[in-house]
């Protein structure tokens, strides 16, 4: 996330009608909390997330008026319904609403003044911050003329959507708005963080955008992108060096917000590119010849590649947002002459001066090298690493299949093509491999078979000090096993060697940290 360049004064412009404000504080220049900065913990009961949150969704919805669903994709959109613990976004915002309290909006204040709830209660208790949001939804959709009938109609609070994300332009609400009617088309499912499931079912929606125009232009610098230029004073014309680095950067907040942030002339901060989650779509506001302000000494060395999501939280980075990503700064070292390397494609957090953490430990750097050495489109690269495991069976979909696929192939089990559909072949040689290890032969890939897949293949003495693609394989076959992220970076550091201790300790091996024979058969036999 970007550092604001020193301030200076200058003028504010006026705000654009009901669409005020900045969305999220995408990246670190709001005078506040920063939220990818390490930030102390809240007391236990800082946020009260009892249980039900979809009945909270259901509640709230029924209270205000507003389509449950439509409330559902606002918070998935604004944090994938994790309330991050109480702690604020960069924009100030807080909850699975994010109810946003900075200068330029106020969403928290508005929903204290409608619910009468105080804004210590909306900020940290998640029913609570859901009324909040519901309250607000419903207070614009009035503004709107919405009646009863109006509002059963999910196409006609369009604008209303759109003015909740706060964009300062069209531009900026469209992509808001259409990010969230998105989610309604395609449907969701989503674990909050205490582990309940909240779903949207899909449905055909045709919104009513209001004459809000879209972002039509496409980018000069990289034509599958769009351009929204950022306000001209959060960056400066032209450079002071040549372009030596790409830095990448996660925004601690939505894809729309980051958009916006950069639009507004109280930010001070901006990227080069912002990269969207759950379709990889690409969106320049920076020109690569303009100095981007978004790593403090770095600025104008660098160019700047912002990611949708938060730190904390590993599902914001998908496959489509990792192969996105690397097509664009596969292109982008193509065109400046950029080693392809860790010394030239960095985290925010390795920039000197900065003390950001992002992109943070979920981050798969192994991954994320290869595609761009290798090529992100055209399928040939199949991910192995993810930061944890999902069970897969007959119908499941995705790269994670894609993975079990290549691994079954490998070890001869003929799951034939690699197309990431969990079909009746891929069940076929699920089952024999399983059988093979004397798992439950179910057919289903579950944290066992995860754990032998993963595993399978030669058993070298590993320690600490070692390094190489064995043990990466160790650290994805732990990750499965233990049901915990374990960081694939190749290196067997003292993090893996914890987690190893863990493994043995649980197996009732000897837990000396060194995987040897016991272990390695341990982990290929499922356990």
């Not at 900045?22 to 909390?33: K, N, T």
């Not at 614009?140 to 003015?163: E, I, K, M, T």
């Not at 990448?248 to 912002?274: E, K, L």
Request: glycine letters at 12%; a positive charge; hydrophobic letters at 35%.
């Amino acid at each position: 996330m970007p550092f604001p360049t020193p301030h200076r004064p200058r003028a504010r412009t006026a705000l654009l009608g009901a669409l005020t404000g900045a969305l999220v504080l995408a990246s670190g220049a709001f005078p506040g909390p920063a939220a990818a900065r390490p930030a102390p913990a809240p007391p236990p009961s800082a946020e009260r997330s009892a249980p039900g949150v979809a009945a909270a969704f259901d509640r709230a919805a029924r209270a205000h008026g507003v389509p449950r669903d439509l409330l559902v994709a606002v918070a998935y959109g604004e944090t994938r319904l994790d309330g991050h613990a109480g702690r604020p976004s960069h924009a100030n915002g807080y909850g699975v609403m994010h109810l946003v309290s900075n200068p330029r909006h106020r969403t928290l204040a508005e929903a204290a003044a409608l619910t009468g709830e105080d804004e210590a209660r909306l900020r940290r208790d998640t029913a609570a911050n859901i009324r909040g949001g519901a309250a607000v939804l419903r207070s614009y959709a009035d503004d709107l003329g919405l009646d009863a009938a109006g509002r059963r109609d999910v196409d006609a609070w369009y604008p209303a959507v759109a003015r909740y994300g706060g964009a300062r332009s069209d531009a900026g609400a469209r992509l808001y708005a259409d990010a969230v009617y998105g989610f309604l088309t395609d449907g969701l499912s989503a674990r909050t963080p205490g582990g309940e499931r909240v779903t949207v079912p899909p449905r055909p929606v045709t919104p009513e955008r209001d004459g809000l125009t879209a972002a039509g232009a496409q980018s000069a610098d990289y034509p599958s992108a769009r351009w929204v230029p950022a306000h001209p004073g959060n960056y400066s014309a032209g450079r002071a060096a040549a372009i030596r680095q790409i830095v990448v950067h996660v925004t601690q907040g939505s894809y729309a917000g980051a958009i916006s942030w950069f639009q507004d002339p109280a930010s001070n901060v901006s990227a080069h590119y912002v990269i969207r989650s759950h379709d990889g779509e690409v969106t320049q506001t920076v020109r690569d010849r303009d100095t981007a302000y978004h790593a403090r000494s770095a600025n104008s060395s660098t160019l700047g590649i912002e990611h949708e999501g938060y730190v904390s939280n590993p599902s914001w980075f998908t496959d489509a947002m990792y192969r996105s990503s690397a097509a664009l700064t596969r292109h982008l070292c193509d065109r400046y002459g950029i080693p392809k390397d860790r010394a030239h494609i960095v985290g925010h957090h390795e920039v000197p001066g900065n003390d950001h953490t992002d992109p943070g430990p979920h981050w798969d750097w192994t991954y994320y090298l290869r595609l761009v050495r290798d090529g992100s489109g055209d399928g040939g690269t199949v991910r192995l690493s993810f930061p944890s495991y999902s069970t897969l069976r007959s119908g499941s979909a995705g790269p994670q299949v894609s993975a079990a696929q290549f691994l079954l192939n490998q070890q001869g089990f003929g799951a034939g093509t690699v197309d990431g559909l969990f079909g009746s072949g891929t069940r076929t040689a699920v089952t024999a491999f399983q059988r093979s290890r004397g798992l439950g032969a179910d057919g289903v890939v579950g944290a066992r078979t995860w754990t032998a897949l993963l595993a399978a293949g030669t058993r070298p003495l590993l320690r600490e000090g070692g390094s190489g693609a064995d043990v990466a394989r160790l650290q994805r076959a732990l990750t499965a096993a233990l049901g915990r992220t374990v960081n694939t970076d190749g290196l067997f550091g003292p993090a893996t060697a914890d987690a190893v201790r863990d493994y043995q300790r649980t197996r009732g091996l000897t837990a000396d940290g060194v995987v040897g024979p016991a272990t390695w058969s341990a982990l290929q036999s499922g356990r």
